[in-house]
């Protein structure tokens, strides 16, 4: 399994970015796939998740409607819109499914 992040970077608050996740060594389409994202000094929570057979989705309270999960099948890739983007949301950007984790990418939220 591996997982490959992509699109993080330095953006000021309000704005938006779009993580990618691009995923291989299994069969994408099966599988769960979750963003989680660790802050300096703090644990690891998770942001989004979606299901794979629905593309059902549950968020963290703190990015409702703010943040959005989907999938691509045939890309074999995850991604997050994320909008409005506060300071608070500053941290490493983790793809997960079952065990496996990707590198992380890191999101600055700053003016």
């Known amino acids: 399994v591996q997982l490959v992040e992509s699109g993080g970077g330095l953006v000021q608050p309000g704005g938006s970015l779009r993580l990618s996740c691009a995923a291989s060594g299994f069969t994408f389409s099966r599988y769960r796939m979750s963003w989680y994202r660790q802050a300096p000094g703090k644990e690891r929570e998770l942001v989004a998740v979606?299901?794979?057979?629905?593309?059902?989705?549950n968020y963290a309270d703190s990015v409702k409607g703010r943040f959005t999960i989907s999938r691509d099948n045939a890309k074999n890739t995850v991604y997050l819109q994320m909008n409005s983007l506060k300071p608070e949301d500053t941290a490493v950007y983790f793809c997960?499914?079952?065990?496996?984790w990707g590198q992380g990418t890191q999101v600055t939220v700053s003016s």
């Open positions: 997960n499914t079952g065990g496996s």
């Open positions: 979606i299901s794979s057979a629905t593309a059902s989705t």
